[in-house]
């Protein structure tokens, strides 16, 4: 019998669909497994034809069920089996594919394969994520946010799981399971979801003052990104790179978003989360979709023994920084994300990411929080995945030949033919290790007393997050003193609430008695106890501030554009020409499903409802309307709150004159400022599109009073 591909049966092969490609896979009666019309006949996983998948088999029309209906049970089995256990920690991740492409070669600093090379490409896959809310969660939690890169090097795979975040809450591993037991729902009441504004979190932390530094950064709009490709990632820890004369230098990663820092506002990601629990998963996905590929730069903080023996911190404490000011990062490589998985699950859910994934040239330092992780990140894939065999799924295998003598276990898809699976072996086959190749770590002298301590040198915990909260432009440090209230006021425990005020008060005098007035403190409590007093003469590090590292353009932004029936056809035109070449895009809002039809007679297709549109899901507005309609839009709540909440969100806002009664009811009209941009003709779009590069017209935040604390 000839055997004919699915494709010669007419499909085409882009769209084939799983079970073409299960059918594909068959090893015969093929013939057998497709209708009349050329479709493929659905089977059970063991490739039997079903004949009818809407009944499960019964007794007489009304009768029980039988337990010899093989379909349906393998059905219902399998169904009851889909769900693997989540992460115990970023649960909620969204990932893509892409590539790294080194700059130059670092070859004086590491022999690691990926670097030798100018312009050379290597696959990469990256998963961001939340860390504290269940898969389902949503997308703006204040939360870390991980930034976890596989790079598939051609001698294995690094995997570089970072955060977007440069320090940790804590400075050894061991304690993790209680920062993050504390940080996660309560357990006897398992609430509150993908929070930290809770009693638990807040003794822990009040409880913890190592991670004073970390709760600057995660009580800054740092916490709620607009976006993964507006996002800085941070390897964190401090790492080494070996050269081929056994040399290191020690190193610190950070990928620098080439479209510039950017987050949202806290009333705003409150909104977003109602509006699109899926705002940041969209937002990359319909970038990469788009053909919009986003970009982080590879920069490296290189520096020796000498620069770490006289570094004013411990380079080994992962709750320190080393200012850029001080060590310039440099730019070796670029990431590019160019392709969605084809399948969620077999990708983005199975990926095993594991710190101790690093290619020869790469090696690690002392970190006790790096040492830990490398110790902990094998046992959760076996927890996850199910078995020792998780390298066999596509998404975690080396793409570069490899070989070794492990075998069997559950699922295992690899199952090399032949006698010989040991070594030394007499047949003359089989891989052997390679002193010259392989992975060497560096040889570090180590000597001491087994001990369980915590040197002296991690002690400082307050002037990094001074220097923090003193580096960060007065909107940011207004969100911290916002963000810090808003927690603790979900604090139930009055005696808490004191002690991570009196925290504050060995970082800034004035954040604490910031915080503490909103919190009705009657009286100031005493400073808590330091280790060692709190450095005031670390200088500012602009390079810590959102604002400072924005973007200079719309580029990769959003506009949303309102519009009703009568929409000036030109001005929306020259709108929507202007936004497009800035390299931003733009989604139109109707007052009904559909679109609206424009003066000049054309219909103008709408991406959203006005219900469905509201203005926290774009980083500017305009509205273009027209007199006729513009009533009964300023009629409706949602058409008034898209207004107001973008001015009180700090949006630059442009409008064509007949949009004002919609300004005056929302409450805006009179309030001008240089945000609030009317759009006559070319010049007032020019003068719209190159203000939106600010993102935000901070100047008006203390006259809306978000933030204030
Ligand atoms: Fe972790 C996942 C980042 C400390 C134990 N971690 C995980 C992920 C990221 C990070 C981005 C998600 C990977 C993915 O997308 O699949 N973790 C960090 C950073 C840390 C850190 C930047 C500190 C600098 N982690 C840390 C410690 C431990 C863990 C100290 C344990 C001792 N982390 C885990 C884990 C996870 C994990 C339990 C959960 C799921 C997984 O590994 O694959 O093993």
Redesign the pocket.
Known sequence: MVKKSVASRGRKSSTATIHDQILERGDGGELHQFAEDGQPILTTAQGGPVADDQNSLRIGARGPLLIDDFHFREKIFHFDHERIPE????AR?YGAHGFFETYESLAAYTKADLFQRAGEKTPVFV?F?TVAGSKGSFDLARDVR???VKIYTKEGNWDL???NIPV?F?QD?IK?PDVIHAVKPEPDRAFPQAQSAHDNFWDFISLTPESMHMIMWVMSDRAIPRSFRFMEGFG??TFRFVNTKDESTFVKFHWKPKLGLQSVAWNEAVKINGADPDFHRRDLWQSIQSGNFPEWELQVQLFDQDFADNFEFDVLD?TKIIPEEILPPQPVGRLVLDRMPDNFFAETEQ???MTQNVPPGIDFSNDP?LQ??N???LD??LK?LGGPNFTHLPINAPKCPFAHFQQDGHMAMRNPAGRVNYQPNSWGEGPRESPTNGHRPFASEEQGEKVRLRPESFADHYSQARQFYISQTPPEQRHIAAALTFELSKVQTPVIRERMVSHLMNIDQTLASTVAQKLGFQSMPEPAEAAVPTRHDLEPSPALSIVERGPKRFEGRKLGILVTDGVDASLLKGLTTAITKEKAVFEVIAPKVGGVTASDGTWVEAHHMIDGGPSVLFDAVAMLTSSAAIDDLAKEATARDFVADAFQHCKFIGYDQSAVPLLEKAGVAGMEDEGLIALPGEEGISAFVSALGKLRVWAREPSVKLGKA
């Open positions: 992460r115990v920690v970023h991740g998963r994520s991980g930034f976890a799981v970072g955060n940790f804590i591993a993790f964190v820890h992962p990926v095993a990411f929080l830990g992780r110790f902990s990140y959760t894939q996850r």
